[in-house]
């Protein structure tokens, strides 16, 4: 079946300190990939996505490559600020079908203090 | 254009009362979500509806129903409420592209306890 595993949480980082949250997944066929993030009190909102195996995703200063060969999508920024505080959910689209469901990871709860 | 709106944003039921959790949407997508969030569970799908008209079960759709009103508006409601349905829902909309994945848009959430 489909599924996202994500690295557990929480992740607490100092200002301008270099952020990795690892994201693999297992799917049939070559899904979409998608970062969305949540902040306190709101709704989830996409941050980036890949569509096809070596894409890069970017938006904000976070990216992440899709590779097909380690079935992984790690999101990464190379200074985070207080305002990245938030929940961050690593997703995917199965290519089969028609429904564009997505299935999520459990998300990853980052906190950056000044 | 508000995107995705829901509505009652916090509602608290006895065990056993029924209510009614409502969605729309102004992008005219053709699909839309219905989703419970849950500490350390993520994301877990209750009910889709791929077009107006059509509506399928997700991963936990037990103890739930769904209405496909029209293409703006995707209700869920839940007959006999119980604890175990404490949750955040989330409703989202989107127009689904086979070659470029589904982004969702969702909405702000309502946050439900049942007592």
């Known amino acids: 079946g489909n599924s996202v595993t994500q690295m557990e949480g929480p992740v607490t980082l100092s200002e301008e300190a270099f952020l990795t949250i690892n994201c693999t997944y297992t799917?049939?066929?070559?899904?979409?990939l998608f970062w969305y993030v949540q902040y306190p009190g709101e709704g989830l909102q996409l941050l980036l996505k890949?569509?096809?195996?070596?894409d890069k995703g970017s938006n904000k200063g976070f990216e992440a490559t899709y590779r097909k060969e380690t079935t992984s999508f790690h999101l990464e920024k190379g200074s985070v600020q207080v305002s990245d505080s938030a929940v961050y959910f690593c997703?995917?689209?199965?290519?089969?079908?028609?429904?564009?469901?997505?299935?999520f990871g459990q998300g990853t709860t980052l906190q950056v203090k000044p | 254009n508000a995107g995705v709106t829901q509505t009652p944003k916090f509602q608290v039921l006895k065990t056993g009362q029924s209510m009614t959790l409502q969605c729309a949407q102004d992008?005219?997508?053709?699909?839309m979500y219905w989703y419970r969030q849950d500490p350390g569970m993520g994301l877990r799908l209750i009910y889709y509806?791929?077009?107006?008209?059509?509506?399928d079960k997700g991963e936990v759709p037990n103890g739930y129903n769904v209405s496909r009103l029209n293409k703006r508006e995707f209700s869920l409601r839940l007959e006999s409420a119980a604890p175990s349905q404490t949750s955040v829902y989330f409703c989202?909309?989107?127009?689904?592209?086979?070659?470029?994945?589904?982004?969702?848009?969702f909405g702000p959430g309502t946050r439900l306890t049942v007592l």
């Open positions: 989202a909309s989107s127009d689904y592209d086979r070659g470029a994945g589904s982004t969702q848009y």
């Open positions: 509806s791929a077009s107006e008209g059509t509506t």
């Open positions: 997703a995917l689209t199965p290519r089969s079908g028609n429904t564009g469901k997505l299935i």
């Open positions: 992008m005219n997508h053709n699909s």
């Open positions: 799917a049939t066929g070559y899904p979409s």
């Open positions: 890949a569509t096809k195996a070596d």
